[in-house]
């Protein structure tokens, strides 16, 4: 997904993948709904004997091609190109469409992970996962991380094996 198979280290073994939570698309996919349904109702409300109707189909067209790149597009590339790459030696966070940046948090490093959910996030398994290294960031609030309990389960483990020196996970 973010992190290619080539750029692990010897002996690193990917524990777990992942994108944001899929409760990021709701609000695009709405958006995404409404668009088409307002454009599709003003192209039939356009009477044909307009004298400029084919300029009105064109800009209700136009319109809704930008509102559903801004609105629906946009962030579903967003969503798709943020990743989580949880590894026996580090934590990976991948974000960028066009620009990629990635911060990597060595699993030695970590000082403290918490987790925080509302009730509508428990009920969908999802939450925030915060992450304290000893690094130049500090603090990392990681949103909608999706199965937060079994991603925090897989750190907490990572992280007494890290402590154990044991970092292959054997």
């Not at 599709?40 to 300029?55: K, M, R």
């Not at 209700?60 to 969503?79: D, E, M, N, R």
């Not at 699993?107 to 509508?120: G, H, I, L, R």
């Amino acid at each position: 997904m973010t992190l290619p198979d080539h750029h692990l280290t010897q002996g690193e073994r990917r524990i777990r993948s992942f994108h944001p939570h899929w409760k990021r698309l709701v609000v695009p996919f709405i958006a995404l709904v409404l668009i088409v349904a307002a454009s599709g109702v003003a192209l039939f409300l356009i009477p044909g004997t307009f004298e400029y109707a084919n300029y009105a189909r064109l800009a209700v067209g136009v319109v809704a091609v930008l509102l559903l790149t801004i609105w629906s597009f946009v962030p579903y590339l967003q969503w798709k190109n943020t990743g989580y790459v949880l590894t026996t030696h580090r934590f990976t966070i991948s974000t960028g469409v066009l620009n990629k940046s990635t911060d990597e948090i060595p699993m030695a490093k970590v000082n403290t992970v918490s987790s925080d959910q509302t009730f509508f996030e428990r009920i969908l398994g999802c939450g925030t996962l915060t992450v304290e290294s000893a690094g130049d960031r500090g603090q990392i609030a990681l949103r909608d991380i999706p199965h937060i309990q079994d991603v925090r389960t897989d750190l907490f483990r990572l992280l007494e094996d890290a402590s154990d020196g044991d970092i292959d996970g054997h």
